[in-house]
């Protein structure tokens, strides 16, 4: 006769584990859309700029992701050159609509842009103002990296290697941060190593890191755009590929769900005026 008590803890045990299995996949689906708070600081993602025409179409599409993702929200593009609004254009704008606002940097790297000029301009805007961190080594923005190397004809296999190409910048806190990204990748695609490039201000080079890597064995080698956008640098470091180069990161759907990442994180902080005066 089957004994009562060890069916229910048969019952239970398995329910259990139905419960934790079904908890672990629910972690990993997206986050459901959700409504801003009221009054909740204006989103300015803001760009480098560019004389690309396919850039400024690129981050729009990038925003209304991010529209999509948390309808309500007020959602701006600004640049920092080379395109309008510029960032005090677009924070003259959202004080005369009575609104804070936080800058977003789309750069994957602290750099002057994001160090300098993008606290810059909060300090002087006409609303509080906060900066938010670069996009920076993240998983989402390694899922967004794999990804774009997968729809690029990207499969592993013998003598692979990756060399991941971004902008560049004189300050070491950037290469720093593109080393980090490079390391998560590589973890990513399976132990591939992957290799920093840069098109400008440090080294190695594309060309270069390409060398690096055919001196040990890795000759099936993709270039990955680490850049938001098209543009010169991500047109100048794909050419460079010898077998294929992803496309730029764009309107991915794992970059916009790190954009508002970086927007929930910097909005609960003081704005750039305040911070100077602690």
Same mark, same amino acid.
């Given at each position: 006769?089957?004994?009562?008590?060890?069916?229910?803890?048969?019952a239970?045990?398995l329910?259990?584990?139905?419960?934790?299995?079904?908890?672990?996949?629910?972690?990993?689906?997206?986050?459901?859309?959700?409504?801003?708070?009221?009054?909740?600081?204006?989103?300015?993602?803001?760009?480098?700029?560019?004389?690309?025409?396919r850039a400024?179409?690129?981050?729009?599409?990038?925003?209304?992701?991010?529209?999509?993702?948390?309808?309500?929200?007020?959602? =701006?593009? $600004?640049?920092?050159?080379?395109?309008? &609004? +510029?960032?005090? @254009? %677009? /924070? !003259?704008?959202?004080? *005369?609509?009575g609104?804070?606002a936080?800058?977003?940097?789309?750069?994957?790297?602290?750099?002057?842009?994001?160090?300098?000029?993008?606290?810059?301009?909060?300090?002087?805007?006409?609303?509080?103002? =906060?900066? $938010?961190?670069?996009?920076?080594?993240? &998983? +989402?923005?390694? @899922? %967004? /990296? !794999?990804?774009?190397? *997968?729809?690029?004809?990207?499969?592993?296999?013998?003598g692979?290697?990756?060399?991941?190409?971004?902008?560049?910048?004189?300050?070491?806190?950037?290469?720093?941060?593109?080393?980090?990204?490079?390391?998560?990748?590589?973890?990513?695609?399976?132990?591939v &190593?992957?290799?920093?490039a840069?098109?400008?201000?440090?080294?190695?080079?594309?060309?270069?890191?390409?060398?690096a890597?055919?001196?040990?064995?890795?000759?099936?080698?993709?270039?990955?755009?680490?850049?938001?956008a098209?543009?010169?640098?991500?047109?100048?470091?794909?050419?460079?590929?010898?077998?294929?180069?992803?496309?730029?990161?764009?309107d991915?759907?794992?970059?916009?769900?790190?954009?508002?990442?970086?927007?929930?994180?910097?909005?609960?902080?003081?704005?750039?005026?305040?911070?100077?005066?602690?």
């Open positions: 006769m089957t004994d009562p008590d060890s069916t229910f803890d048969s239970a045990g329910l259990g584990r139905i419960t934790e299995q079904l908890g672990t996949r629910l972690s990993h689906l997206p986050h459901p859309r959700t409504r801003p708070p009221m009054n909740a600081p204006t989103l300015v993602a803001v760009g480098h700029g560019s004389r690309d025409p400024r179409a690129t981050l729009s599409r990038l925003l209304d992701r991010v529209r999509e993702l948390r309808p309500g929200l007020d959602v =701006r593009l $600004a640049h920092i050159e080379l395109n309008a &609004p +510029l960032i005090g @254009e %677009a /924070l !003259a704008q959202t004080a *005369a609509d609104r804070d936080v800058l977003v940097p789309l750069l994957l790297a602290p750099g002057h842009h994001v160090t300098h000029d993008l606290p810059a301009a909060a300090a002087a805007a006409p609303v509080p103002a =906060r900066v $938010a961190a670069p996009l920076g080594a993240h &998983p +989402l923005l390694v @899922e %967004a /990296l !794999a990804d774009r190397l *997968a729809e690029a004809g990207w499969t592993p296999g013998e692979d290697g990756v060399v991941l190409a971004s902008a560049g910048s004189r300050d070491p806190r950037s290469t720093a941060e593109t080393r980090r990204i490079a390391a998560l990748l590589g973890e990513r695609l399976g132990g &190593p992957v290799v920093p840069y098109a400008s201000a440090a080294a190695p080079t594309v060309p270069e890191a390409l060398r890597l055919a001196a040990r064995g890795r000759h099936r080698v993709a270039v990955a755009s680490c850049f938001t098209p543009g010169l640098f991500a047109t100048r470091t794909a050419a460079h590929a010898p077998w294929l180069a992803s496309a730029p990161l764009g991915h759907p794992a970059l916009a769900r790190l954009v508002l990442h970086r927007y929930d994180r910097a909005r609960t902080t003081l704005p750039v005026r305040e911070l100077a005066a602690v």
